[in-house]
């Protein structure tokens, strides 16, 4: 009696289309992570920079407590820092302006009570995080 060995000699094309499928599923995961990855960082970064501007604000405004706790250092949303030569109006100005250089569409608020109370707030556009607009806010006494 003579036996028929059937004997597989290598991958079907079904199975190596499948092994294809599950490797590319598996790409294009490890790939949405990495942009995932690099959004979350770059949000990371700039609250980063927030946290410093604020805390330069709040040093400038130790620097000059007097003319702080009268209100000097005061600002809005928004508002054009005062013009002048004084240390405050330097101050502000240099401020706003790192704010605009270093945040996309970067604007801060200062506002300081008589106790020397301070609260620091800066906006800024983070769209790589798909947020329009994100806030970090300090509270300080100066």
Do not use: C
């Amino acid at each position: 009696m003579n036996r028929i060995r059937h004997t597989q000699a290598g991958f079907s094309m079904i199975e190596l289309l499948i092994a294809v499928l599950i490797v590319s599923v598996g790409l294009l995961g490890i790939a949405g992570l990495q942009a995932y990855g690099l959004r979350a960082n770059h949000s990371s970064y700039l609250r980063s920079q927030a946290t410093v501007l604020a805390y330069d604000a709040l040093d400038r405004m130790r620097a000059n407590k007097e003319v702080a706790t009268a209100g000097t250092y005061n600002l809005s949303f928004g508002a054009t820092p005062p013009s002048g030569s004084t240390v405050a109006a330097t101050d502000l100005q240099q401020w706003t302006t790192n704010l605009k250089n270093t945040l996309p569409s970067g604007e801060g608020s200062i506002q300081v009570d008589s106790q020397g109370f301070a609260t620091v707030q800066i906006r800024w556009l983070d769209d790589r995080a798909q947020q329009s607009k994100q806030t970090f806010e300090v509270d300080s006494q100066l």
